[in-house]
DNA sequence: GTCGTGATGCGCT
DNA sequence: GCGCATCACGACC
């Protein structure tokens, strides 16, 4: 169930805090991708939390931000609710949702949905994936599904051609799991910044690996 | 089922 | 030049 009366003021308000504090707001949110191919839309499962640079009040080693702003990661630094996309790997989109307050640059990396609307185009987009429950298990997974790249970074998810329906209450505490990011190295610990969380149980959340260590 | 590895190109030091 | 906020596929259990 989504809150439709919700308009975008009143999801921005809420994007604007702590990622940590939003997460439970942006899982089971559904967020719509309009293209000429059509409409994808996916409930978002599995989100991980990064902050600002360090120089802020709220360093974080493994985000792109850490060194400052630079010109692929100023959509981080903007206002909430608009979308980072950055290509990784050689081969990779993944997104992010924008959170906090103007001028912080904190966000929400998608890791994982389900496919809610427009399940053709997203198979058609990847056509790998041998069952709906893969299609947007990963964060390379989801934003190829909905068709995003990075033209798409910096642009407005709560304006066309995206939409953004937050859940009319944020997740319980109990549906809510948590652990270490993924992938993400060098953090003194994979421990020590616990922030991935996803919706306990879900078929569609990706398999867990931890991060490789890059030392020793 | 799990594990290891190659693909592939951009951003940043 | 190096290192990735990854995925898919093949070997093996």
Known sequence: MTSHDAGPDAIRAVLSGDPRDVAPHLLGAVLSHHSPEGTVAIRVTEVEAYLGPRDSAQPDPGSHTYGGRTARNAPMFGPAGHLYVYFTYGMHYCSNIVCGPDGVASGLLLRAGEVVAGYA???????????????????????????????????????????????????????????????????GGSDSYPWRYWLAGDPTVSRYKAARSRAV
């Open 121 to 187: 185009l997203a198979q058609s987009r990847r056509p790998a994936s041998r069952s709906r429950t893969d299609l947007a298990s990963g964060p390379a997974r989801l934003a190829s599904a909905l068709g995003l790249t990075t033209a798409d970074s910096g642009r407005d998810a709560l304006a066309e051609p995206f939409r953004l329906e937050l859940p009319s209450a944020p997740a319980a505490e109990s549906a809510v799991a948590n652990g270490p990011r993924v992938g993400v190295a060098g953090e």
